[in-house]
């Protein structure tokens, strides 16, 4: 059935990226990327910090310049696909003192869809109420963000990404220090999402949960030292390889693989 | 205390140019980019007298342009000094202003033969004398007018903003809050930052020559801030920090005129009488804001511990 559908979107992946460099200061930060994300995948990025796993997802996004290489997303540029695209940045990386609602972030998620000058329609704060709902937040929609608890407001990002409305996530640390019944909570989002055939990739710290929440896994520390099903490439050798002379860490991460498996 | 039309228009001046800053300081202040005003409000000065000495004339058009392209250079002068060369951008804004700030009086000073350009007159600008300079006289129900030129320039400028940040509202907004997110959607937060300077920058000089640039650093900042500390609601924001400003030049220039005679001087500055208002209700609001202040937050703590 798959192969009668025809079209440019349903052949190509989701993301392809082709000898990827980022640098800094002419100091790389990731190193020669090659990677094929194939489509309806729970993808996690693993990797010690300063890995460059933020960068990855920058360079993705364009919102950092590349040194070399190419990023495609469904066999287009980003500029191109950029409305199939839904991303969720880190949670500190805005001030939650900004003079907004839950709701009014949320609705944010139909912006780049308005176009310029558009105003903030009824259907996309009604989207956005949908959005909350599903996170659990509707009695919280007319809060101060800074009012919401730390799980909470990583709740309204990714109602935000829902709202987006995108065929491939890109995640930044959704489960950096929440509780756990917002770690539940983005679980099922996460399988739901998959469900419909989405394709989410998530930057991920927490090395204990990799084998339970996600069906493939990237493993970098400035390149890629293994990518593809979990089952396959989150092993011992692979942890090392990646987490290399951090010895304390490496021993860590190899105790939390014994213990999920 | 007496009061002419001329002290009517003082008040008007004084209102509109307050009210044009207060507009776009909402979104220096929320981009933690306060201080970007007062550099750009310094570092247009070589832009003035560059238009000034290259046209000999006091052309307010070609100084509106000389001082958006400095106003916008100093924006992208910070930018490149913090990423290229390894400075904070604090810092690198610091470099920026002052250099270029110094190169304008450098600029003036050494035209001062042949021109008619006070720096003195940029810093504190001469409100007093801006209601003579009458341009328009219409007559309105029996009333006649004599419009200063002043007030016709910053109520094109205070509209021209004004329509801009409802224009551009949700663009502000999301670039403001997550310049990420906006970038990656496709409103480039970039763009909508040298829009904002670019703005910034041509206020500013609207108002240097009425009010001074004293008062356009604190417009740009204080009715802003006080608003932030009133409110949760964006539009709401902006709506306040408006009215503040203009109630400062309102206040501003009656305490001018009433406060120096309780202590047996004549009237003072208005400029620096509006800027002190601006502070004075900051101070306030800062203290008694139902939600924000520090009076009512301490009261609910104390309620709490009980």
Redesign the interface.
Known sequence: MQIEQTGISSKSLPLKIRDLTVAYHRKPVIWDIDLSIPEGKLVSIVGPNGAGKSTLIKACLDLIPRSSGEVSIYGQSYKKARKRVGYVPQRESVDWDFPVSALDVVAMGTYGKLGWFRRVSKRSKALAMEALERVGLADYAHRQISQLSGGQQQRTFLARALVQDADIYFMDEPFAAVDAATERAIVELLKELQKRGKTVLVVHHDLATVTQYFDWTVLLNMRVVAAGPTDEVFTQENLRRTYGGKLTLFTQAANEVVQSR | MEWYSIDTWIVVIGALAAGACALLGNFLV?R?MSMMGDAISHAVLPGLAIAFLVTGARASLSMFIGAAIVGVLTAVFTQWISRFG?VDEGASMGIVFTTLFALGLLLIVQGADHVDLDPSCVLYGAIELTPLDVVWRPTLYGYFLEVPRSALVLAGVILFNAVFVV?????L??S???A????????NSNLMHYLLMTLVAVTTVACFEAVGSIIVIAMLIVPAATA?LL????W??VVLSVLIAMGSAVLGHLSALIVPAWFGFADTSTSGMMAVMAGLIFSTVMLFAPKYGVLPRLVRKTKAVR
Do not use: N, P, Q, V
């Open positions: 929320l933690k390894k224009a551009f509202f949700k663009e907004r999301i403001s809050f997550d990420e997110l906006a970038t990656a959607m496709g409103i932030h409110t949760d609601r964006l709401l924001m």
